[in-house]
């Protein structure tokens, strides 16, 4: 039953700057798209449906009391892992990945739904089990399996992006829950040797895009073509861009991708680093109002959820930045709530969901 206190309580501050930041990448990506003429559906009218749906499933979110979270969250875990071992059985191949499982009216990917359950899950395990000193590595022994699992069957589909995304959002949930220093100095260099190890386990394109990070210019018309452009749509925008819809890089189409993996070129080409402070900046507050609706959630599950939340979001901004700048290998990972797709947007707007529900419940009722 929804409580009418709670509307007393409602977050405008977190859907403020949510709707700020989906605006501002509906307004970049008409004008990433504006050269390519009559489509049936332009893809930023696209992109504001989905947010339309996105901002009605997280306020459906909201109805229910996050805490029965708490109890289905190793069914949902179960259930995901499933479907990511349907996705090798029967799963639909794209472009020489096995990502999707076709359901007829939509292709699931259950690796993103992943994201959102993977919070649950260890908001539970890490809400429940508090060791007196921190964590070791045999309390660490379950998270690390509940993490293993699914990183790797997503390893096999093959996507990266996604993994890396995965792990390091369980990794720095497990973090704010308090690890002993001897045990962080052991990951430290298990992390190490695993690296090493995982380089020879890599596909070849993978691969190659590690070296690509490393020496662009080494394939500048190949693999390298990606980071060149968009690094040369950066810079050319100096301190105030060039103007809306007068990037040469994205109007020209010299810039690939520029509607999803490198949506911010396009904006950082037409508005400069001023610009791009503005968007910076609004992000930064984004994560700190998620941290700042973590310090004063009702219970420890109520924090861990807006933690994991609050993660996904960091994680996603910062691979996205260090990419199209060329400080991150490329991994195809979407900037939330400014590049363009269907399936990030409702990913994105179920944590916005999730943070709203523990911060409309921050006082017992």
Same mark, same amino acid.
């Given at each position: 039953?929804?409580?009418?206190?709670? /509307?007393?309580?409602?977050?405008?501050?977190?859907?403020?700057?949510? $709707?700020?930041?989906?605006?501002?990448?509906?307004?970049?990506?008409?004008?990433?798209?504006?050269?390519?003429?009559?489509?049936?559906?332009?893809?930023?009218?696209?992109?504001?449906?989905?947010?339309?749906? !996105?901002?009605?499933?997280?306020?459906?979110?909201?109805?229910?009391?996050?805490?029965?979270?708490?109890?289905?969250?190793?069914?949902?875990?179960?259930?995901? +892992?499933?479907?990511?071992?349907?996705?090798?059985?029967?799963?639909?191949?794209?472009?020489?990945?096995?990502?999707?499982?076709?359901? !007829?009216?939509?292709?699931?990917?259950?690796?993103?739904?992943?994201?959102?359950?993977?919070?649950? $899950?260890?908001?539970?395990?890490?809400?429940?089990?508090?060791?007196?000193? !921190?964590?070791?590595?045999?309390?660490? *022994?379950?998270?690390?399996?509940?993490?293993?699992?699914?990183?790797?069957?997503?390893?096999?589909?093959?996507?990266?992006?996604?993994?890396?995304?995965?792990?390091?959002?369980?990794?720095? @949930?497990?973090?704010?829950? *308090?690890?002993?220093?001897?045990? /962080?100095?052991?990951?430290?260099? +298990? !992390?190490?040797?695993?690296?090493?190890?995982?380089?020879?386990?890599?596909?070849?394109?993978?691969?190659?895009?590690?070296? $690509?990070?490393?020496?662009?210019?080494?394939?500048?018309?190949?693999?390298?073509?990606?980071?060149?452009?968009?690094?040369?749509?950066?810079?050319?925008?100096?301190?105030?861009?060039?103007?809306?819809?007068?990037? $040469?890089?994205?109007? +020209?189409?010299?810039?690939?991708?520029?509607?999803?993996?490198?949506?911010?070129?396009?904006?950082?080409?037409?508005? *400069?680093?001023?610009?791009?402070?503005?968007?910076?900046?609004?992000?930064?507050?984004?994560?700190?109002? *998620?941290?700042?609706?973590?310090?004063?959630?009702?219970?420890?599950?109520? @924090?861990?959820?807006?933690?994991?939340?609050?993660? @996904?979001?960091?994680?996603?901004?910062?691979?996205?930045?260090?990419?199209?700048?060329?400080?991150?290998?490329?991994?195809?990972?979407?900037?939330?709530?400014?590049?363009?797709?269907?399936?990030?947007?409702?990913?994105? @707007?179920?944590?916005?969901?999730?943070?709203?529900?523990?911060?409309?419940?921050?006082?017992?009722?």
């Amino acid at each position: 039953m929804f409580d009418r206190r709670l /509307l007393t309580h409602f977050d405008w501050v977190l859907i403020t700057l949510v $709707t700020l930041l989906a605006a501002v990448g509906v307004v970049n990506l008409y004008s990433a798209t504006s050269t390519w003429g009559v489509q049936l559906t332009p893809l930023h009218l696209k992109q504001i449906s989905w947010f339309g749906i !996105g901002l009605l499933i997280a306020l459906a979110v909201c109805i229910f009391d996050y805490r029965h979270l708490e109890y289905f969250g190793f069914i949902a875990y179960g259930v995901n +892992l499933a479907l990511l071992f349907g996705v090798l059985v029967i799963g639909k191949t794209i472009m020489g990945a096995t990502r999707w499982i076709d359901l !007829g009216f939509i292709n699931l990917q259950p690796s993103e739904v992943l994201k959102i359950v993977i919070i649950i $899950t260890f908001a539970r395990y890490f809400s429940r089990t508090v060791p007196a000193l !921190g964590f070791n590595l045999r309390n660490l *022994g379950v998270p690390f399996l509940l993490l293993g699992l699914p990183v790797l069957l997503i390893l096999k589909q093959p996507d990266l992006g996604t993994a890396l995304l995965i792990f390091f959002i369980g990794g720095t @949930m497990a973090l704010f829950a *308090g690890i002993r220093r001897r045990t /962080l100095g052991l990951l430290g260099c +298990l !992390g190490g040797l695993v690296a090493w190890a995982g380089w020879y386990k890599l596909h070849d394109y993978q691969r190659e895009r590690i070296l $690509t990070f490393l020496d662009p210019e080494r394939d500048p018309l190949g693999s390298g073509y990606h980071i060149i452009q968009s690094k040369i749509a950066v810079g050319s925008g100096g301190f105030l861009g060039k103007g809306f819809m007068a990037g $040469t890089q994205s109007q +020209l189409s010299f810039l690939p991708e520029r509607h999803t993996d490198f949506a911010f070129s396009v904006f950082a080409e037409e508005w *400069g680093f001023s610009g791009c402070l503005v968007l910076i900046a609004l992000y930064l507050l984004l994560l700190l109002w *998620g941290i700042y609706i973590a310090r004063r959630a009702a219970d420890r599950f109520g @924090m861990f959820l807006a933690l994991g939340v609050t993660a @996904m979001l960091f994680w996603h901004i910062v691979v996205n930045l260090g990419m199209v700048i060329g400080l991150l290998p490329v991994v195809g990972v979407p900037l939330p709530l400014f590049s363009y797709g269907g399936t990030s947007m409702i990913t994105t @707007m179920i944590g916005v969901g999730l943070l709203l529900n523990v911060s409309m419940r921050r006082f017992v009722f």
